[in-house]
């Protein structure tokens, strides 16, 4: 599997650090790094080819490049408005637009809340073109006893909505 991972924003980056620690060492991964440049470095050594969200020229910018899926974790109400819109500024909004344009998986994970009417209205703008909305909710029935299980709980569900396999929680009825 080829899969794009975009962070952006600061609150939740953590969120989408750990969502690249736990992906299976198979997964041929392209980060985009935005101004949060500074996580670029724990991922050096994996499989993971590393972009500057200036970049927008960068291979992973066209359709021809043919990734399965992309993942924008979080996503902040400003990249999250720009996709919605159609615009297309940088490397996390060209990506994001490529994904839509090829009918190909997109997850975005919104940080902020409470939520606007605006931000709620792109949502759906981006939900209607089959755009996976996948906030970091907390499932509350999963048995999670701390942070780092709530954390796996999420990411877990995100991978679940993009084809991943994991192991990072208990399903239902296991």
């Known amino acids: 599997m080829r899969l794009v991972v975009a962070i952006t924003g600061a609150s939740g980056v953590e969120l989408g650090e750990k969502f690249i620690e736990y992906l299976p060492k198979d997964i041929e991964t392209h980060l985009i790094a935005t101004k949060n440049a500074q996580i670029v470095k724990r991922f050096e050594s994996n499989n993971i080819s590393i972009y500057q969200n200036s970049n927008i020229a960068s291979k992973i910018a066209s359709g021809s490049f043919l990734v399965d899926a992309t993942a924008i974790i979080p996503c902040s109400m400003n990249s999250l408005a720009k996709i919605a ?77 993009l084809g991943i396999r994991h192991n990072l929680y208990r399903r239902w009825g296991d």
């Open 85 to 161: 819109n159609g615009i297309a500024d940088n490397l996390v909004t060209r990506v994001a637009s490529v994904a839509i344009k090829e009918q190909k998986r997109l997850l975005i994970a919104p940080r902020e809340m409470p939520l606007s009417v605006i931000a709620l209205e792109n949502m759906l703008k981006l939900a209607r073109l089959n755009v996976i909305i996948s906030p970091p909710i907390l499932g509350y029935y999963s048995d999670s006893n701390n942070l780092i299980d709530m954390e796996k709980f999420i990411i877990g569900k995100w991978y679940d909505s």
